[in-house]
T-cell receptor
Framework: DGGITQSPKYLFRKEGQNVTLSCEQN?????MYWYRQDPGQGLRLIYY???????QKGDIAEGYSVSREKKESFPLTVTSAQKNPTAFYLC????????????FGPGTRLLVL | QQQVKQSPQSLIVQKGGISIINCAYE??????FPWYQQFPGKGPALLIA?????SEKKEGRFTISFNKSAKQFSLHIMDSQPGDSATYFC?????????????FGKGTKLSVIP
């Protein structure tokens, strides 16, 4: 059963704490992406990776970090420097050969305690 | 700077009616225009996509109309059903940029009432 999995579904963060959101894909896609979704704001790109061990900042990278050590995994860390982390976080992947379909995971909702 | 402007923000349509959502873009280098459908608490799913070499693409009840000179494209949902109630996002990307980034509109919340 191919697809993208994100965990956990809900995540709570305390002030000053770093949290890591998981994203795994078994679609053999080269490219992976992280988006943040806020009500009425659409989807905004945080980071993307076109190949293992390489990633690029998107439009709103401040306060976030990523790694791409394996093709199938692209975890996102929300650091304490991100002052407004409450949002719905979406991971996506694509084959990676240019402008083509991005497939999204089910999302992780991050809430601040 | 918002590169893809989507309207309306929300839309209420009677069952069986036509839903129309519009998007306008600024970057003439955009060459791929997908529409995504998102249900509450779920990730977006690709609905239909078009490239600028055609002016219209139809898949079932869903049609994209594309006007390159006006830099506009729209989604038409024929015979709208309550199950179509969702948020719809248009997007655009530039394959020549080599980064595969999608720029999204802010979304339209569609409610189809019986």
């Amino acid at each position: 059963d191919g697809g993208i999995t994100q965990s956990p579904k809900y995540l709570f963060r305390k002030e000053g704490q770093n949290v890591t959101l998981s994203c795994e894909q078994n679609l053999n896609h080269d490219a992976m992406y992280w988006y943040r979704q806020d009500p009425g704001q659409g989807l905004r790109l945080i980071y993307y990776s076109q190949i293992v061990n390489d990633f690029q900042k998107g439009d709103i990278a401040e306060g976030y970090s990523v790694s791409r050590e394996k093709k199938e995994s692209f975890p996102l860390t929300v650091t304490s420097a991100q002052k407004n982390p409450t949002a719905f976080y979406l991971c996506a992947s694509s084959i990676g050969r240019g402008a083509e379909t991005q497939y999204f995971g089910p999302g992780t909702r991050l809430l601040v305690l | 700077q918002q590169q893809v402007k989507q309207s309306p923000q929300s839309l209420i349509v009677q069952k069986g009616g036509i839903s129309i959502i519009n998007c306008a873009y600024e970057n003439t280098a955009f060459d791929y225009f997908p529409w995504y459908q998102q249900f509450p608490g779920k990730g977006p799913a690709l609905l239909i996509a078009i490239r600028p070499d055609v002016s219209e693409k139809k898949e079932g009840r869903f049609t994209i109309s594309f006007n390159k000179s006006a830099k506009q494209f729209s989604l038409h949902i024929m015979d709208s059903q309550p199950g179509d109630s969702a948020t719809y996002f248009c997007a655009a990307s530039n394959s020549g940029a080599g980064s595969y980034q999608l720029t999204f509109g802010k979304g339209t919340k569609l409610s189809v009432i019986p």
